[in-house]
């Protein structure tokens, strides 16, 4: 069975920062992985995906993730967190049919002025 | 292009009532995915159709069930309503079932008492 961890359940970083966002999957083939972000009251909005090929992903808003197979982990970072930055994270995995996505338990990131 | 829209936004209910939550996907997306997210256990798979048939279903009592329609909409029904259920019910919608791009909705907030 597929599975993913966020090490973190909350983290704070100033504005201006950089920020790296942890995940680790479990998942016997090669995995198809997300990063979502949900602002409060709100869905979950994609931030980029890795299917295959290059192992860095750019996303929208600045992030970027690498994949790692040998560490199982597919780390978000971004180089200078802004403001608006401040949500929940989800890191996802996906198999053969995507709707049934495994995420994770999340990291809140609070972004100080 | 209009997103995917869920309906209502918001609900309260009492326990042993029923509920139905509603989901239009994005204009050509044929498969839909619902979950629920709980503080206390966060993002968890409920079901997915495509093509009006349900391909994959999560660890939830049969008191939940949905169905889609052949103009890929999908409702889902909760019967016997539990305070556990209180969630938000997010619906998400993509292309069609294999590693896609999960587009999801604002969710639906139902508040059981």
């Known amino acids: 069975a597929q599975s993913v961890t966020q090490p973190d359940i909350h983290i704070t970083v100033s504005e201006g920062a950089s920020l790296e966002l942890r995940c680790n999957y479990s998942y016997g083939a090669t995995p198809y992985l997300f990063w979502y972000v949900q602002s409060p009251g709100q869905g979950l909005q994609l931030l980029l995906k890795?299917?295959?090929?290059?192992?860095l992903v750019q996303g929208i808003k600045g992030f970027e993730a690498e994949f790692k197979r040998s560490q199982s982990s597919f780390n978000l970072r971004k180089p200078s967190v802004h403001w608006s930055d401040a949500a929940e994270y989800f890191c996802?995995?996906?198999?053969?049919?995507?709707?049934?996505?495994?995420f994770g338990d999340g990291t809140t990131l609070t972004v100080k002025p | 292009k209009a997103g995917v829209t869920q309906t209502p936004r918001y609900l309260i209910k009492t326990r042993g009532q029923q509920v139905t939550l509603s989901c239009s996907p994005i204009s050509g997306h044929r498969s839909v995915s619902w979950y629920q997210q709980t503080p206390g256990q966060g993002l968890q798979f409920l079901f997915e159709?495509?093509?009006?048939?349900?391909?994959n279903k999560g660890n939830f009592p049969g008191r939940f069930s949905g169905r889609q329609f052949s103009n890929s909409r999908s409702e889902m029904n909760v019967s016997t309503l539990e305070l556990g259920d209180s969630a938000l019910y997010l619906c998400?919608?993509?292309?069609?079932?294999?590693?896609?791009?999960?587009?999801f909705g604002a969710g639906s907030r139902l508040t059981v008492l």
């Open positions: 996802a995995v996906g198999a053969t049919n995507a709707g049934k996505s495994t």
């Open positions: 890795y299917f295959s090929g290059d192992t």
């Open positions: 159709y495509f093509s009006e048939t349900q391909r």
């Open positions: 998400a919608s993509s292309l069609s079932i294999g590693p896609n791009v999960l587009t």
